[in-house]
């Protein structure tokens, strides 16, 4: 599965996809985080980050391109982006859909707009994407508009978006 056209700015942050299990009604789904690993960690032209969702019954490897080059790549240890983590009462990462925060501090910054591509190894069921800021950029997943699970002051920000 491609997903094409992922309108970039900078600190606008991808860094996770994930594969949503069923789950009860009662409760929000488990979210299973791309694992961002070392592969091509020069954020320049030409730029691939390679990762893996892994869940109890499968691994899905996960590409991510981007011609034009990122802001940076974080793939083992750094800075946490996803602060605060407490799922349910202050996490801007978690809603009624969303049970847990991203695991680890793996993070792909993105920084110039135009065609990037998110490839998987097998179908992915309602992706679930985790941003520290638009930076009150727009975005654009080919002509397919997303739901905003939940939102708020992520690290350090006083605001919404204001990374």
Same mark, same amino acid.
């Not at 991203?102 to 998987?120: E, H, M, N, S, V």
């Given at each position: 599965?491609?997903?094409?056209?992922?309108?970039?700015?900078?600190?606008?942050?991808?860094?996770?996809?994930?594969?949503?299990?069923?789950?009860?009604?009662?409760?929000?789904?488990?979210?299973?985080?791309?694992?961002?690993?070392?592969?091509?960690?020069?954020?320049?032209?030409?730029?691939?980050?390679?990762? *893996?969702?892994? !869940?109890? &019954?499968?691994?899905?490897?996960?590409? #991510?391109?981007?011609?034009?080059?990122?802001? /940076?790549? %974080? =793939?083992?240890?750094?800075?946490?982006?996803?602060?605060?983590?407490?799922?349910?009462?202050?996490?801007?990462?978690?809603?009624?859909?969303?049970? *847990?925060?991203? !695991?680890? &501090?793996?993070?792909?910054?993105?920084? #110039?707009?135009?065609?990037?591509?998110?490839? /998987?190894? %097998? =179908?992915?069921?309602?992706?679930?994407?985790?941003?520290?800021?638009?930076?009150?950029?727009?975005?654009?997943?080919?002509?397919?508009?997303?739901?905003?699970?939940?939102?708020?002051?992520?690290?350090?920000?006083?605001?919404?978006?204001?990374?």
């Amino acid at each position: 599965m491609t997903m094409q056209r992922l309108c970039a700015t900078l600190f606008r942050a991808i860094p996770a996809l994930t594969l949503v299990l069923a789950a009860g009604a009662a409760s929000a789904d488990p979210i299973y985080w791309t694992d961002w690993i070392g592969a091509d960690t020069d954020p320049g032209p030409g730029f691939i980050g390679h990762g *893996n969702i892994t !869940t109890p &019954t499968a691994t899905v490897n996960v590409t #991510y391109t981007n011609a034009a080059g990122i802001g /940076f790549y %974080q =793939s083992s240890g750094g800075i946490d982006y996803w602060t605060p983590r407490t799922p349910g009462t202050n996490s801007p990462y978690t809603s009624a859909q969303v049970d *847990n925060p991203p !695991t680890g &501090t793996d993070i792909i910054a993105l920084r #110039y707009a135009g065609d990037q591509t998110l490839t /998987f190894s %097998q =179908s992915i069921v309602n992706p679930v994407f985790a941003f520290v800021s638009l930076n009150g950029n727009g975005y654009a997943f080919l002509n397919q508009d997303f739901e905003i699970l939940s939102f708020g002051a992520g690290r350090g920000a006083a605001a919404p978006g204001n990374h």
